[in-house]
């Protein structure tokens, strides 16, 4: 089957601490894309990557980080300066259109 | 500033009657519109899109509408089914911003049986 995975469903984690968010894609897309939903608004994007070892700031990038080593893999790291953490993930990928796909996501919840 | 806006949160419809959705836009590079549906707790699912060389897509019982002049767009589901109910979100891109999206605050559809 085709499409998006995204793991853990679930993630807790302390104060602190670094985490990382897998993201992989089977689609043979070059870009994918990470946002942040929090209650009640739209999705908010972290940083997104058109191509294997590139990637650009989204509008909401302090305290993440990302890399893009292979095409089928865009992990995202959240990092200990992100202030607000708690938040679902979402992981996508886009072909040639501007379509995007996504993965079931990521709840993350710092404790 | 929000560039796209879903100026109702929620709305309530019965079974078998039409349900639409608004959303409205500032930026005039906008040229590609889509609509997400979208369940708790799971990622968005692609509905339908358009592009601005148009005024109408149809897929189903989904229909998306675009006025340019208006910076609007809505979505009409008909007939409306519970299994409807959920968050939807449109999004608007345009080709100088690279594939990025830019995401509504998104409305909450509740069809009732």
């Known amino acids: 089957d085709g499409g998006i995975t995204q793991s853990p469903k679930y993630l807790f984690r302390k104060e602190g601490q670094n985490v990382t968010l897998s993201c992989e894609q089977n689609l043979n897309h070059d870009a994918m894309y990470w946002y942040r939903q929090d209650p009640g608004q739209g999705l908010r994007l972290i940083y997104y990557s058109q191509i294997v070892n590139d990637f650009q700031k989204g509008d909401i990038a302090e305290g993440y980080s990302v890399s893009r080593e292979k095409k089928e893999s865009f992990p995202l790291t959240v990092t200990s300066a992100q202030k607000n953490p708690t938040a679902f993930y979402l992981c996508?990928?886009?072909?040639?259109?501007?379509?995007?796909?996504f993965g079931p996501g990521t709840r993350l919840t710092v404790l | 500033d929000q560039q796209v806006k879903q100026n109702s949160p929620s709305l309530s419809v019965q079974e078998g009657r039409i349900s639409i959705l608004n959303c409205d836009y500032t930026?005039?590079?906008?040229?590609?519109f889509l609509w997400y549906k979208k369940y708790p707790a799971e990622g968005p699912t692609f509905l339908i899109s358009i592009s601005s060389i148009k005024d109408k897509n149809e897929d189903g019982r989904f229909t998306v509408f675009l006025n340019k002049s208006a910076k609007h767009l809505s979505l009409h589901i008909v007939p409306s089914q519970p299994g409807d109910s959920a968050v939807y979100f449109c999004?608007?891109?345009?080709?100088?911003?690279?594939?990025?999206?830019?995401f509504g605050q998104g409305t909450t559809l509740q069809v009732k049986p």
């Open positions: 996508a990928s886009r072909g040639g259109s501007d379509t995007q796909y």
């Open positions: 999004a608007a891109s345009a080709w100088s911003n690279t594939g990025k999206l830019i």
């Open positions: 930026n005039s590079m906008f040229d590609y």
